[in-house]
């Protein structure tokens, strides 16, 4: 992992006399080098499979050209096939049995890259932006208050100045706006047994815990309880174009 840094003065949300940093994370290129030879070579065959598809897409207004333009950059930095072999090894479904061979066989690179999906999320930040010497009580009152302090104030809870309408609310760990890339698989018949639950990096085992969609009231925006998760708005945007089949 490698640490990138953002100012503070890029958010429109900004409005301090002396302008601060914020540092995040970023996936380092060799991040899984020599981990996976096989799986590192199926990203990579997905890789070219999302430059081609994209390629062959055209924007249907000026941000969604500007959305293809700017994962297509992505695409072209040397940690992006890190990143789309993070996405494989955390999914599970390509990992290793401990009997030989894998849940799902590493074939159809093709046809997952040509299932893509890209949403933009846009969060509702906080207003004002939190420095980065404020403490964890300072920060959790930011979250607790925010939506009186915006009623106070007239801000738009739902919308920015701009007319672009939040998809889920930020944290005070400031967010820039967000092009999620997915890759979908349908998985009937391919198999036989469970794949584990695996942590962020694809490396350890964690406990799954299996919750309905409906039980975690997701499917609308309305009952949805964690409106500080995207989550959420991506699976309503799956559910929506048929992509998960759900059952009401």
Known sequence: ???????????????????????????????????????????????????????????????????????RSVLDKPNSLAAIQGTLRMSGVFSRKATGGRYVDLADAADLAKSVRIYTMFPQMPSPMPAPTATPEELREEMTTRAERMRQSGRDPHADRHGRVYTHISTPNVSNTIHGVYLTLDATGLLDDIPPALDLFGTKEVEREWVSLQDLEVLDSVSDPKPTFISGFIVRQLVAEGVIDVQR
């Open 1 to 71: 992992m490698k640490l990138i840094s953002t100012q503070a003065s890029n958010f429109p949300e900004f409005d301090a006399d002396e302008d601060w940093s914020y540092d995040k994370i970023d996936i380092a290129g060799d991040a899984f080098a020599g981990e996976d030879a096989a799986l590192e070579a199926f990203a990579g065959e997905i890789r070219d499979g999302l430059r081609a598809e994209l390629a062959a897409r055209a924007g249907r207004d000026a941000w969604e050209e500007s959305t293809l333009a700017v994962v």
